[in-house]
């Protein structure tokens, strides 16, 4: 289910890519995975990073966004996860979208999977840290990035959510 969030959060693109199909750009699909081993993508031992996308409407292929651009807002968010989630004991996955442009502040949108009550100030700090990162941008056009962390209790590993 949280996958199907995701291609949500990234149903804007969908549209474009048929209209790119005849350019040559037909092996661009709808969101461009980013692959981090662990311990790179990991925040903390109890949270996975299950995905990390990117995508725009204006570009199928994904060239409108400097890859350093993207580990820099991934570099920005995993401590953020990390102070918010290491010492949860609830199991939830935690989705966020940024909107990226070359001119405008980066928006932030998040959605949380089963997390209980009880995370909810944790979420709430969480939330508010990632939405205060702003500074980053696309070369041109919009694009949408995602981010996936599934948090299992303190002291498991985390394990990836049940589609």
Known sequence: MIRSLALALLIPAAATVQAHASSGEEFCGEAIGIYLPTPQGTPA????LADFQSTSPDDPCARNIAHDELMKLHAAIKPLAAAAFADS???FGVMVRYTLTPDAP???EMQARDAPDSEKPRLTRFYHAAAALEDFHSSSGTVYVVVHYTVSPTGEAARPAED
Request: hydrophobic fraction near 40%; charged fraction near 10%; charge should be negative.
């Open 45 to 48: 031992p109890n949270i996975e």
């Open 89 to 91: 004991p609830a199991s």
């Open 106 to 108: 980066a928006t932030f």
